[in-house]
Every structure is written in C-alpha cells, then in structure tokens.
C-alpha cells in the first residue's frame, strides 16, 4: 500500500514510517523539519531495499496540496502539528496556522489525490480541556473544553475531519492521544519525560512546573503507533481515545525517574504555565472495540528506555 505520513521526521511521525515499512508499505514522508530530524530516519534511508521518499515542507506552504495530492496515497497520517501549548497562547495565530489551516491543506491533497482515508492524531489532553475529576478518564462523548488555542485548534480539525467526510466522502479516524513519550524524543520539545531523563542523566537540575500534582496519561510511543496503523483501516468516522487511563502526577513521575537514574535531589519549583489543564486520563475503551488495540508497555519499562537511550546520547 502507498501510504504518506505528514510529521514522519518527528519521533511518534518516524516510529510510525519504520513500522510502515516493516510491513511492507511505500512511505513517502513530509515534513519541514522544524520539531522532526532525518537523524530519525537514518536507519529507514539506510535500507535500500525499503520504499521510502522524503518530501521537505512546511504543511501551511499551498503548494502542500499539490505535494500530497500527486503522491496519491491510499492513506494519509498526519502528524504534522505544533504542539506547545505555551507558545499557542503567545502566538496563537502560528498554532492556528499549523494546526487548522496545514491539516485543510493535506486534507484537500488528500481529496485531490483520490486518498480512501486520512488518519490525524490529535492532543487529547488540549482537545477535552479541563474535565471534571469525576469524568475522569474521559470518554469520547465528554463536552470539549479546550483551555488553549492548541486545544482550540485541535476542536477545530476535528469539524472540519467530519465536513470533509460529508462533502467529499474521505474518510477519516480521530485520534485523541494521551501524552506520547519514547525513546527518540527531542529533549527539548520532546515533553516531559525527555526532558527529565536528559537533565538527570546530566546531573542538572529539573525543573517541576505549579505544584507537581497535574497529572498527565503516558503512553509509550510504540503504543500509539500501533493504534495509528490499525486506525488505518478501522474506527471510520470516529474520534477514539488512546491512552492508558491512569493518571500520574508529575512529582510521581519525577520520583520514579529519579529513583532510577539513581538521583536523590528534589526538583526545583515554578510558576504554573498558562493554558495547560489540572488533570488527564483517556479511557481506551472505544479503542479496544473499534481498534482491537490496547497499551501494553507500562511506565517503568517506558522510562527505562528512555534513561537508556539519555544515557547513551551522553556517552
């Protein structure tokens, strides 16, 4: 199968290409490579033997409809996406950008370029905003509340996923994904969990954001990926969580990740960061049925992956 993956250099966009590829799949690949490194896709540019093409472009350029719509995919991933949300509440219209008008962009090459189906991965935690603790975790019919312009936008790509459908019969699965992590993420931009294992690995300090008890749902990056290929050809028309359900605050996980790398230093403290929500957990309910996927890689074998490859970057 011809398939196109936008954000295929970031670290979820290239887990996905390798997987892709194992399979059998011909990949062509966008991206601008502003979050995204074709460090990430060295070992898939290095096997001759697989079918896969690397496009450089930004998804807000219009030339990206004609970009996407000549590869004529049979599927479209799109991955590609901002996803700071601090920096969409300084900047919400480059969020807005990105997030609305490049996924209108792939969304009409795909049209265009005859796709049978577009698979987009969402925030879930920015898509439901602030759900009640008695919600928790959210199911997919909870009321959307976004408390940023990411999770705005995220609202915004979900309408127009569902009038693309209705006025050109393309089909589409949503996903609301909790808050991947995984050994190729950008220490940096790469969430928190990167950030953590780089700066305990460094011996430096890390720092704990308001008062530590936000919790967040982590999902291991080769579990999302697998729930974005099953996407691919289940779940039409639908918006499908995919998360552990469990919550775990940020103290938690910085203790856990301390006790590991063998620190024993508190965090340093800060304000709280604006536009970010108090509590997230998605039930993967929908998903077990619609996608026949569950997780399966618990957070302390995730967070050994991730301090082993900080390690190995430090070395």
């Known amino acids: ?47 001759r033997t697989q079918r896969l093409a690397f496009h450089q472009i930004d998804v807000r350029d219009p030339h990206v409809v004609d970009v996407v719509a000549r590869r004529r995919a049979e599927v479209v991933f799109h991955l590609a996406a901002h996803v700071d949300v601090p920096a969409s509440v300084e900047r919400p219209g480059v969020d807005a950008a990105v997030n609305v008008l490049g996924t209108v962009h792939v969304l009409e090459g795909a049209r265009r370029g005859g796709s049978r189906k577009v698979v987009v991965a969402l925030g879930g935690a920015d898509l439901y905003g602030a759900v009640p603790a008695r919600d ?40 609301a994904v909790a808050n991947v992590y995984g050994p190729r993420a950008d220490p940096v931009r790469g969430g928190v969990i990167a950030t953590f294992a780089e700066r ?20 291991f990056v080769d579990d999302a990926v697998d729930a974005l290929v099953r ?44 536009g970010e929500v108090q509590r ?26 991730v301090l082993e490859r900080a390690r190995g970057r430090r070395a």
Request: include cysteine; aromatic fraction near 6%; glycine fraction near 12%.
């Open 1 to 47: 199968m011809n398939v196109l993956v936008t954000g295929g250099g970031g670290f979820i966009g290239s887990t996905l290409v390798d997987r892709l590829l194992a399979e059998g799949h011909s990949v062509q690949v966008l991206d601008d490579l502003s979050a995204g490194s074709l460090a990430n896709l060295s070992a898939a540019r290095a096997e």
């Open 136 to 175: 928790l975790p959210v199911k997919e019919s909870q009321r959307m509340a976004p408390v940023s312009p990411r999770g705005a936008a995220q609202r915004a790509v979900l309408e127009y996923l569902h009038l693309y459908r209705r006025l050109h019969d393309l089909e589409f699965t949503a996903l």
């Open 200 to 219: 305990l690995v460094a011996g430096e300090p890390c720092t704990v954001y308001g008062d530590g008890e936000q919790t967040r749902d982590f999902l």
């Open 231 to 274: 996407a691919g050809e289940r779940g039409d028309g639908l918006l499908i969580n995919v998360g552990t359900g469990v919550e775990t605050s940020i103290n938690d996980l910085y203790d856990a990740m301390a006790a590991v790398a063998g620190v024993d230093r508190p965090p340093q403290p800060a304000a709280a960061r604006p």
């Open 280 to 305: 997230s957990a998605l039930d993967p309910g929908r998903a077990a049925m619609q996608l026949g996927w569950r997780p399966w890689t618990d957070l302390d074998a995730g967070i050994a992956q």
